[in-house]
């Protein structure tokens, strides 16, 4: 079954975990989910620093009520152990894995999870965002039919993938982030955009998430809190698409469509998938009106 509309995940903003007052920010903020970094936003001399933060952080009463993601440093780093076991012990919903490169690392998250106790509620998100990651895209998002796995998120690391691949220009990068996509649905997977550096450009922001919902990513990954209402209205269907859903559910809805596998809405062929895909962009819309009342 198809389950991108079941959780909202228009927004989804980092947080570095060594800035106390973005911290502190977070709880008052209107993405949908909040990724707290341990990772490339922390300094390497910050990093154990950054991690007691975070925990006293999330143990108190300003913890945010978003779907919470802790970014680790991967598990081949000196720092990633002990950053799983702290995340784990923070009972996020999931953890994102950076750089990774193929379902090995996933798998190996999952055991120690596994050997941790950890509750099976926490998921695995991956970043895909190293040529060999890339490349491997399919094979990791296979292990989303896997529910031992855990692995429920795709996410583009689109500055490593430039740092790493030489590609300077996102048209460049397209080709590839379209098999991110292609890969995510095959594993039934939530699929995410990378970053917007120039974060006061927010017409050109608001230009890339429009694409990026074309290419059927679910939302876009944010570095600023001035990024969030333009991907929440992006990443939400329009007046028209919902107008234009209504009338399709209701076509069929007549009594002499009801056997009907193919119908004409308005000059058009629409067919029982139609009908599909409309329940499923209301069901999308009602979420949103929902988490905006
Ligand atoms: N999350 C929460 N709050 C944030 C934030 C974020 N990602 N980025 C900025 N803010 C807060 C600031 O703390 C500031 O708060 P205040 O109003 O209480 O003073 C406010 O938003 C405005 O910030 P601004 O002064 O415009 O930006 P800045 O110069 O402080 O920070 C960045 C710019 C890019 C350094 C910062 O946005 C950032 O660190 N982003 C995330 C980077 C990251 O996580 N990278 C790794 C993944 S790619
Ligand atoms: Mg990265």
Redesign the pocket.
């Known amino acids: 079954m198809h389950q991108p509309f079941s959780r909202l995940r228009r927004s989804v903003?980092?947080?570095?975990a060594g800035?106390e007052?973005?911290l502190r920010?977070?709880a008052s903020?209107s993405c949908d989910v909040v990724i707290f970094?341990l990772e490339?936003?922390v300094a390497p001399e910050q990093k154990a620093k950054a991690r007691e933060r975070l925990a006293e952080f999330l143990a108190s009463p300003d913890r945010p009520k978003h779907e919470t993601v802790i970014r680790i440093n991967a598990l081949s780093t000196e720092w990633g152990t002990e950053d799983l076991l702290a995340a784990s012990a923070l009972r996020p919903e999931a953890i994102l894995l950076p750089k990774v490169d193929g379902p090995r690392e996933i798998l190996d998250a999952g055991a120690a999870l596994n050997e941790m106790d950890a509750p099976r509620s926490i998921r695995l998100w991956a970043m895909i965002e190293t040529a060999q990651g890339m490349l491997n895209a399919g094979p990791v998002a296979e292990l989303g039919r896997d529910p031992t796995a855990r692995l429920s998120c795709l996410v583009a690391g689109t500055?490593d993938l430039a740092k790493e691949t030489r590609v300077s220009d996102r048209a460049n990068l397209k080709p590839w982030l379209m098999q991110m996509v292609l890969a995510a649905r095959a594993g039934n997977l939530t699929v995410l955009d990378g970053?917007f550096n120039d974060?006061r450009d927010l017409d050109a922001f608001a230009r890339e998430c429009k694409e990026a919902r074309a290419m059927g990513f679910d939302g876009k990954?944010l570095?600023?809190?001035?990024q969030i209402r333009p991907a929440n209205a992006a990443f939400a269907p329009k007046a028209e698409e919902i107008r234009e859903a209504e009338t399709i559910v209701k076509a069929f809805a007549k009594p002499e469509n009801r056997l009907a596998g193919v119908i004409s809405v308005n000059g058009r062929m629409v067919e029982r998938l139609h009908l599909e895909q409309a329940a499923a962009l209301l069901e999308n819309a009602r979420h949103i009106r929902e988490r905006e009342e």
């Open positions: 903003l980092y947080i570095p800035n007052k973005a920010k977070s903020l970094d490339d936003s500055n970053v974060f990954t570095i600023h809190p001035s």
